[in-house]
């Protein structure tokens, strides 16, 4: 099962061998399932000079209980590119690793990396396979982003891709968000982005719109400061993926904290 | 009706094998050797496009001799194997051994079922924490696995590689060093009358498991960062090969946790930090 000449592509491979270890391959119960898994809530994307950003709160939800203060949401997809996941928790987990698998294993057999728009119509088809279940109310969507090492201007190398339940994929120009507090995030990116930004400019704007979410969305977390829990902080560049360390992430919401003390609407 | 005449099954079995070992005799070598800072592939190929060697997992690479269209998939069937354990378990738990056991088994079952058994021999190589606790595990066409400490080498004639290997290798070398000694190796046979020869640095592929990093340890040492280690300028250390960005750095606490990172982070310079073993 393994020798076959096949295909470069893992998610293929599995529905071969393994179909079960398809999130969309599961047969379901008939019902809504909505409210019987945490949901991950707010990821901010931002693109960037040279670069984009990509930075999600660490709260997931159940019903009106919080089911994590620290789930990390956010992730590097391969060396170039991140991918943020919204929606049902666990199958949004199991479809980010998945993907990651899919984008190093491409690049392990055919001995290059996949082109930004491709990884991003890859994660859009299996978005798609999902769709029964996102039908039943355990929908997952993704926000993608990276820096795309074909583009011609490095300036505009930092691309966003968004996604619906039918799949996408949809690029977004200069900022999006995804998740229940995304249209807060998104209406406070609208007032704040200005093309051109430096990726450090863009991380903190990252921060200050999942602020504003969590300011008016129950399901988004702030920074906690009694616990020290603070937004994943990404960066894509032509160096790479990078993840902000934990000072770095704490100083910039310490200091949004701060501002919102005297401003509160920011 | 025609009559089939009866050959033995030592017979088959004896033709079989010296059909494989003549294919891989006539091909071009490979040596794999531990060194201080990991493990070293270097391999006779005129083609910077068809490899002979290649990653199959974070610590795992993979280096073939013989015909490129059997090994190759074999390669492939590797990287499936090494992804569907990685994604079921976890990162960590992808290990050479298995790896080896099942091209043994896979190469085995070819050997004594079909009519023609593959012309070529393999090596599985891990990187471990220290030059010691690596493992090289040699696969050959008939399906036996051979656990070789420290060095290897395959086709071509490969017995006299492994002699001047013996003498010039040891385990604690720098990059560079182990460089000069696969390629004084691989080039003391095959000239005029079984002489030495030059081997151009164009005609090596050679990549490296780095066991200081964390993540996928697999890179590719090309143009000048090659030259370089061959003439002995860049004294243990290589430098990344070009057209390729400089590896991402991850925080630490984040590279620890293998399901959850897909680049690799490369903790050199960050005395503080230890790769995960």
């Known amino acids: 099962m393994f020798t076959n000449a096949g295909t470069s592509s893992f998610t293929a491979f599995l529905s071969k061998v393994a179909p079960e270890m398809l999130p969309g391959r599961r047969p379901l119960p ?75 294993h491409y690049e392990k057999i055919e001995g290059a990396m ?24 355990l929908a997952v969507i993704p926000l993608f982003a990276g820096f795309d090492l074909a583009a011609s201007d490095p300036a505009r190398a930092g691309r966003i891709f968004s996604f619906d339940v039918t799949g996408g994929p949809y690029e977004e120009t200069g900022y999006d968000a995804i998740g229940s507090g995304s249209l807060f995030a998104k209406s406070a990116l609208k007032k704040r982005f200005r093309a051109g930004l430096s990726v450090g400019d863009a991380t903190r704007l990252a921060v200050e719109a999942l602020y504003d979410a969590a300011d008016d969305d129950t399901a988004t977390g702030g920074p906690d400061l009694t616990r020290r829990i603070y937004p994943v902080v990404m960066t894509a560049t032509a160096e790479g993926t990078h993840r902000l360390t934990d000072a770095e992430t704490a100083a910039i919401a310490e200091s949004v904290v701060s501002g919102r003390m005297e401003n509160p609407g920011g | 009706m025609a009559m089939q005449f009866y050959a033995s099954p030592e017979q088959i079995m004896r033709d079989r094998s010296e059909l494989a070992r003549k294919g891989i005799a006539r091909g071009r070598s490979a040596v794999v050797l531990s060194y201080a800072g990991g493990v070293l592939f270097v391999a ?100 036996s696995v051979n656990d070789e400490p420290g060095r290897m080498a395959m086709g071509g004639q490969a017995e006299a590689i492994s002699g001047v290997l013996k003498n010039e290798h040891r385990p604690e070398m720098s990059l560079s060093e182990a460089v000069r000694a696969a390629m004084k190796a691989l080039s003391s046979v095959g000239g005029e009358g079984g002489a030495a020869r030059t081997i151009a640095a164009n005609q090596l592929e050679v990549a490296v498991l780095d066991r200081r990093r964390v993540g996928r340890t697999f890179r590719r040492v090309t143009g000048a960062a090659l030259t370089a280690l061959l003439d002995g300028e860049a004294e243990g250390d290589v430098a990344p090969a070009p057209g390729r960005a400089k590896t991402p750095t991850m925080p630490t606490e984040e590279a620890k946790k293998p399901t959850t990172s897909a680049g690799s982070a490369d903790l050199e310079g960050n005395a503080e930090d230890k790769p995960t073993e």
């Open chain 2, 44 to 143: 006779e190929n005129l083609s910077s496009t068809l490899h002979k060697v290649s990653e199959i997992y974070d610590r795992i690479g993979f280096a073939a001799v013989g015909r490129y269209n059997e090994f190759e998939n074999l390669r492939r069937a590797g990287v499936r194997m090494a992804d569907l354990n990685g994604l079921s378990y976890d990162r960590r738990d992808v290990n050479g051994l298995a790896l080896a056991n099942a091209y043994a088994q896979t190469l085995g079952a070819i050997f004594t079922e079909q009519s023609k058994p593959f012309e070529v021999e393999i090596c599985v190589a891990e990187v471990g924490a220290a030059p010691e606790d690596d493992s090289l595990y040699r696969v050959t066409y008939d399906g």
């Open chain 1, 30 to 104: 008939p019902g809504m399932a909505a409210d019987m898994a945490p949901h991950a809530t707010t990821i901010v994307a931002i693109s960037a000079a040279g670069g984009v950003v990509m930075a999600g709160d660490r709260r997931a939800t159940m019903g009106n209980l919080i089911a994590q203060r620290d789930i990390e949401k956010v992730h590097p997809a391969d060396a170039y590119s991140l991918v943020g996941i919204a929606g049902t928790a666990g199958i949004g987990i199991e479809l980010m690793r998945l993907f990651q698998v899919e984008l190093e």
């Open chain 1, 114 to 137: 996949l082109s930004l728009d491709g990884k991003a119509n890859r994660l859009a088809s299996m978005i798609r396979g999902n769709l029964g279940a996102a039908m039943q109310g």
